[in-house]
């Protein structure tokens, strides 16, 4: 078995290693057998030496070459396009011979073919010898149909010897080729277990993660629940009804802070939250926290699929603010909240806000709210227009800053 054994090469991926061993141990196979039966019929068939002592001395040729460079692709074309030419011109000029082993010498260069050089090689390999085959058969099966002298003893030997021969590489073609396949199952599977505990571990993780964020979040509201309460007991010693009315303003916004922050930790999904659904009941809870008591119906409508957490906060925020002022400043009854949420392809939202009160006052460019939704504006990448009319009051904000 030393024999066999290849000569240390550089090749490190299995299916390389695999042809490279095949090429070597192929190559030995032929020249040991080659060079036994060319000694064989050296005795009594001058024409069946010179065929397989050619045999022989390709083999040597490419095992010599590849001993020495160890590039076995050269190595394999050389014997694939040697090994053809001799095996077709043994069909094709030497007459009077049944030709019985030669398709078996042509399936061993096609497998061989396909396994060291390719698919593409292998088509090649197998389209020459079918169109061979189809020739010879078209023009000179006829010339040996028939034996002109029936089989020696010695010759039907040298037949079995070669037709042994022929079956034991192609044999260990199949070999080789269930040990590579069942190598590159082996692997696959490995790899589908490592991707698998990967998967478990990464999900493990992100729902630490989630349970986290949502801790956080939930930790947030409630400090910012403190603060609101100390605010509101706080607000209790101001004396000016005017200072008293920016300081429940400044506690309102940090209730809408709280609700926000209440929604996020309620969410199952952090990273991406349905917008709709969000602030339909942000807006349904910052109207019953707020101290202006008046009966409000909201509709929101969005083609938004999710929006993500670093968005929707600032988003929020704007909406709340929005919201704020409708109730403080255009509903004196009831009222009508239209919200209309959209996307483009190129990741922008479009968001329209709409009322239908009649605003107590005109618009302050230098009020607090107003620049409130400036910054959230410029926080969002985007601008926004205002439109006050008789029927109510419409803003559009065109907005870029969306993360996935």
């Known amino acids: 078995m030393l024999f066999f054994k290849e000569p240390k090469h550089s090749y490190t991926d299995f299916y390389d290693i695999a042809r490279f061993n095949s090429a070597w141990r192929v190559n030995i196979i032929l020249c040991i057998g080659l060079f036994l039966i060319s000694t064989f019929f050296s005795f009594f068939s001058v024409i069946a030496f010179i065929q397989y002592f050619s045999g022989f001395l390709i083999s040597l040729t490419g095992l010599t070459y590849l001993f020495v460079t160890k590039r076995f692709i050269i190595v394999s074309y050389f014997n694939v396009i040697a090994a053809l030419l001799l095996v077709i011109s043994s069909m094709f ?24 050089l390719g698919k593409t090689v292998g088509h090649a390999v197998l389209t020459i010898i079918s169109v061979s085959i189809s020739f010879y058969f078209y023009f000179f099966l006829n010339d040996n149909e028939t034996l002109q002298e029936p089989y020696s003893t010695m010759q039907l030997i040298g037949l079995i010897l070669e037709f042994s021969m022929c079956m034991f590489i192609i044999g260990y073609f199949i070999h080789i080729f269930i040990n590579t396949t069942a190598h590159a199952e082996g692997k696959f599977r490995q790899a589908n277990e490592e991707l698998n505990e990967q998967y478990k571990m990464i999900r493990l993780q992100n729902e630490e993660k989630t349970v986290l964020l949502q801790e956080i979040h939930h930790r947030v509201k409630n400090n910012l629940q403190v603060i609101t309460s100390l605010l509101r007991l706080q607000s209790a010693e101001i004396e000016s009804e005017d200072a008293k009315v920016h300081f429940n303003d400044a506690i309102n916004r940090v209730m809408t802070m709280s609700l926000i922050h209440q929604k996020m930790y309620q969410e199952k ?8 659904d969000y602030f339909k009941t942000l807006i349904d809870d910052l109207i019953r926290s707020s101290s202006v008591q008046l009966p409000i119906q909201v509709n929101v409508t969005s083609n938004l699929d999710k929006v993500g957490s670093k968005t929707i906060v600032p988003l929020a925020l704007l909406v709340a603010e929005l919201v704020s002022n409708s109730m403080k400043h255009a509903f004196e009854q009831q009222g009508n909240i239209q919200i209309t949420f959209s996307s483009n392809d190129d990741n922008q939202l479009k968001l329209i806000y709409e009322d239908n009160g009649s605003w107590k006052e005109q618009e302050n460019k230098a009020s607090f709210g ?3 939704i400036e910054t959230l504006t410029e926080q969002l990448d985007g601008e926004y227009t205002r439109n006050s009319t008789e029927k109510g009051t419409q803003y559009i904000f065109n907005l870029s800053n969306l993360d996935d």
Not at 93 to 116: Q, S
Not at 269 to 276: G, T, V
């Open 93 to 116: 000029f030497v007459r009077n011979n049944p030709h019985i082993i030669e398709p078996l010498w042509l399936i061993i260069i096609a497998i061989f073919a396909y396994f060291n």
């Open 269 to 276: 999904n952090l990273s991406q939250m349905d917008a709709s």
């Open 370 to 372: 107003l620049q409130l």
